[in-house]
């Protein structure tokens, strides 16, 4: 299926279901509303499941898209575009950070290489799904054209479709690209109307001369784009994104078609799912935000799509971290929803 037909499919998440996840939770051996945002995650993910009571989610993988990007000619990061391709060959060794956390939660880790500039024909366990080897300069020119953005994303939902049709049944987005917090803050104050100077970060820890840059090279994007007149989310994405965000909305359009729950890591997933709500709203219901990014800019696209973080950690790594550390959380809401007795059943008193 395409992802535009799928857009046209997802639907509310399912209020009747919510409304018995919170009917139990009152009936269940504690005090009202004594589990906190607990009961709202269990809630949720009860609106997502196409049945009642949910299954606790048991198979997580991490999907990791890469990605390099042209922006780095502005000269906005001293990090050289050469890490990204590393860094995807420590991923698929086990010795980075997302491996680690992943392994304790049992979670399997897939790399998606849609847009590196090296070369990762040889790596082993590879997705190879390049589009192209990295975008543009979004400051000075398109990222990529509007058919190249298409199929990013078209490669997003085709990942997450096969990884659901292997017994997945919870995704949870990272990313790889050095320079990649700045399309992800040109999109996120783009589309959530906000200044850039509070939407940008300083990515992996740039000092103020790189940050003037930074926050020259997205306003110069956002000046280019509106003398495009890009009006379509798609068009925008195409202007001023990168591929592995465009790869995430992707991935979160089609699970949500499908009814399987989705968890954001940092800032530039963030975006993706900016962006993914742009092309259908209805994907917030089935968003959990894993953690909140030292990012501004994370802050900002939370608000915008209206979704409350499950965890704050202070991280701005990226790779899936955030959203792995979460995923304990948001299983122990849904096991405490469907296996804690009932006043009733346990010959509790309730006051």
């Keep these: 299926m395409n992802f535009k037909e799928a857009i046209g499919l997802i639907g509310p998440a399912s209020r009747a279901n919510y409304d018995k996840a919170m009917e139990r939770q009152a009936i269940l051996t504690k005090p009202a509303g004594a589990l906190g945002f607990l009961e709202d995650i269990a809630g949720k993910y009860s609106a997502i499941s196409p049945e009642f009571p949910p299954r606790v989610p048991v198979q997580p993988v991490v999907c990791i898209f890469a990605s390099d990007h042209g922006v780095l000619e502005e000269g906005i990061t001293p990090w050289p575009q050469e890490v990204t391709t590393q860094m995807v060959a420590n991923f698929l060794e086990g010795g980075a950070a997302i491996n680690a956390i992943a392994k304790q939660i049992g979670a399997r880790v897939s790399v998606v290489d849609i847009?590196?500039?090296?070369?990762?024909?040889?790596?082993?366990?590879?997705?190879?799904?390049?589009?192209?080897?990295?975008t543009d300069n979004l400051a000075r020119r398109p990222a990529m054209t509007v058919a190249e953005a298409e199929e990013a994303v078209q490669v997003g939902f085709d990942v997450a479709n096969d990884l659901i049709d292997q017994g997945c049944d919870i995704l949870l987005i990272g990313d790889m690209g050095i320079g990649n917090t700045t399309p992800s803050a040109a999109l996120i104050s783009w589309f959530a109307k906000s200044d850039v100077e509070e939407t940008t970060g300083r990515g992996t820890g740039i000092g103020d001369d790189h940050m003037v840059v930074k926050i020259k090279a997205i306003k110069s994007a956002h000046s280019r784009l509106q003398d495009?007149?890009?009006?379509?989310?798609?068009?925008?994405?195409?202007?001023?994104?990168g591929l592995e965000?465009?790869?995430?909305?992707?991935?979160?359009l089609a699970a949500s078609a499908r009814r399987i729950p989705v968890v954001l890591d940092g800032v530039i997933a963030d975006a993706a799912a900016v962006v993914s709500?742009?092309?259908?709203?209805?994907?917030?219901?089935?968003?959990?935000?894993?953690h909140l990014s030292q990012e501004p800019g994370a802050r900002k696209a939370l608000d915008y799509i209206g979704l409350k973080p499950v965890l704050l950690l202070d991280l701005r790594l990226g790779e899936g971290t955030g959203a792995c550390l979460s995923v304990p959380i948001i299983q122990s809401a849904v096991r405490t929803l469907v296996e804690m007795?009932?006043?009733d059943s346990a010959s509790v008193s309730k006051a």
């Design 277 to 290: 709500y742009e092309l259908s709203e209805h994907v917030k219901d089935y968003i959990f935000a894993g």
């Design 341 to 343: 007795a009932t006043f």
């Design 115 to 134: 847009g590196v500039a090296g070369d990762t024909s040889g790596f082993a366990g590879i997705l190879s799904r390049k589009v192209r080897a990295g």
């Design 228 to 241: 495009e007149a890009a009006s379509s989310p798609l068009e925008v994405l195409a202007s001023i994104g």
């Design 245 to 252: 965000i465009a790869g995430m909305a992707g991935l979160i």
